[in-house]
């Protein structure tokens, strides 16, 4: 439980709806897939249930998120953020610290052709984003965690390699300009947000601070909350629209004349190392994929 003063304090900066102590919701965040494998590895019963946040919250802008983060400062309160939530890491790692849901921020704020890049909040998702892109003939990197789940948490906070690495490389590469609620509560803004209003670049002027956010594998969650990111668009090779027949889980669609798909067996690692290579610097792939240890089936 909350201290009452902290918890009337976010009840007032969010609204009465978008706090909650209740064990039941409390419950439902505290389960997430490979918690079992951190308990087992601590000797202890592995169970997906982790520790149940004191409260879980839900803010809309990033002026509350800021607001919630500044109350958890001054009350001694720690927090965790999550936008899709797909593993421990979006987990509170101790009872008495609150669950900050990103769901209420979920808009695309921009798809900017011209320049190739999209704004979207937290709890936009893969497919949601993906749907609308293809409609300017353009994609994003997706990372193979899946279509439900968020690309700012990957492009921000995680390593995010995905089945069209060959072609967009992975999420860290793909980082545009951010915005960022520091631990602090201060919101920083980097790349060309810092001296514009414009997305297009993650660094400058002056030194960047993109290895400082994320470095090579992310940090999780541990170094603030991302609230938006602006993420490099690619062409898409494909149609504008899917024509798609079938009903679950039997769906069908066209696949496009100038798509086709190759198997190859690779007699080891290196040679799967080095084909793989020359396949994504040949830049004739869209998607390519490990099938097997001796296997890469490659999409074109």
Same mark, same amino acid.
């Given at each position: 439980?909350?201290? /009452?003063?902290?918890?009337?304090?976010?009840?007032?900066? &969010?609204?009465?709806?978008?706090?909650?102590?209740?064990?039941?919701?409390?419950?439902?965040?505290?389960?997430?897939?490979? %918690?079992?494998?951190?308990?087992?590895?601590?000797?202890?019963?592995?169970?997906?249930?982790?520790?149940?946040?004191?409260?879980? %919250?839900?803010?809309?802008?990033?002026?509350?998120?800021?607001?919630?983060?500044?109350?958890?400062?001054?009350?001694?309160?720690?927090?965790?953020? &999550?936008?899709?939530?797909?593993?421990?890491?979006?987990?509170?790692?101790?009872?008495?610290?609150?669950?900050?849901?990103? /769901?209420?921020?979920?808009?695309?704020?921009?798809?900017?052709?011209?320049?190739?890049?999209?704004?979207?909040?937290?709890? %936009?998702?893969?497919?949601?984003?993906?749907?609308?892109?293809?409609?300017?003939?353009?994609?994003?990197?997706?990372?193979?965690?899946?279509?439900?789940?968020?690309?700012?948490?990957?492009?921000?906070?995680?390593?995010?390699?995905?089945?069209?690495?060959?072609?967009?490389?992975?999420?860290?590469?793909?980082?545009?300009?951010?915005?960022?609620?520091?631990?602090?509560?201060?919101?920083? /803004?980097?790349?060309?947000?810092?001296?514009?209003?414009?997305?297009? +670049?993650?660094?400058?002027?002056?030194?960047?601070?993109?290895?400082?956010? /994320?470095?090579?594998?992310?940090?999780?969650?541990?170094?603030?909350?991302?609230?938006? %990111?602006?993420? #490099?668009?690619?062409?898409?090779?494909?149609?504008?629209?899917?024509?798609? +027949?079938?009903?679950?889980?039997?769906?069908?669609?066209?696949?496009?004349?100038?798509? #086709?798909?190759?198997?190859?067996?690779?007699?080891?690692?290196?040679?799967?190392?080095?084909?793989?290579?020359?396949?994504?610097?040949?830049?004739?792939?869209?998607?390519?994929?490990?099938?097997?240890?001796?296997?890469?089936?490659?999409?074109?």
């Amino acid at each position: 439980m909350l201290d /009452r003063k902290m918890y009337k304090a976010l009840e007032k900066l &969010l609204g009465p709806e978008n706090i909650s102590e209740d064990p039941a919701v409390r419950t439902t965040y505290s389960y997430q897939w490979c %918690v079992e494998v951190d308990r087992a590895w601590r000797g202890e019963s592995p169970t997906r249930f982790g520790h149940l946040p004191a409260a879980v %919250v839900l803010p809309k802008t990033p002026e509350e998120v800021q607001g919630i983060v500044r109350l958890c400062n001054e009350h001694g309160v720690k927090f965790k953020a &999550l936008s899709t939530g797909f593993g421990a890491w979006n987990a509170v790692s101790s009872p008495e610290a609150i669950q900050i849901d990103l /769901r209420r921020m979920n808009q695309i704020i921009e798809i900017n052709k011209d320049n190739m890049y999209a704004v979207v909040e937290p709890y %936009v998702t893969n497919a949601q984003l993906h749907s609308q892109l293809i409609k300017y003939g353009l994609m994003h990197h997706m990372q193979g965690a899946g279509p439900q789940t968020s690309p700012l948490a990957s492009h921000t906070s995680m390593v995010g390699p995905g089945f069209t690495s060959s072609a967009t490389g992975f999420s860290g590469r793909n980082v545009r300009a951010v915005e960022w609620v520091i631990p602090t509560g201060d919101i920083l /803004r980097l790349g060309s947000l810092t001296s514009s209003d414009a997305w297009f +670049s993650g660094d400058g002027p002056g030194p960047s601070l993109r290895g400082v956010m /994320r470095g090579l594998m992310g940090a999780m969650g541990g170094l603030g909350i991302f609230t938006k %990111v602006a993420i #490099k668009l690619y062409p898409w090779p494909g149609p504008p629209d899917w024509r798609v +027949s079938g009903t679950i889980p039997n769906y069908e669609f066209e696949v496009p004349p100038f798509w #086709k798909m190759y198997v190859i067996n690779w007699p080891d690692w290196d040679a799967f190392e080095a084909g793989y290579y020359q396949i994504a610097e040949a830049n004739v792939a869209m998607m390519a994929m490990s099938s097997s240890q001796e296997g890469l089936a490659t999409m074109i």
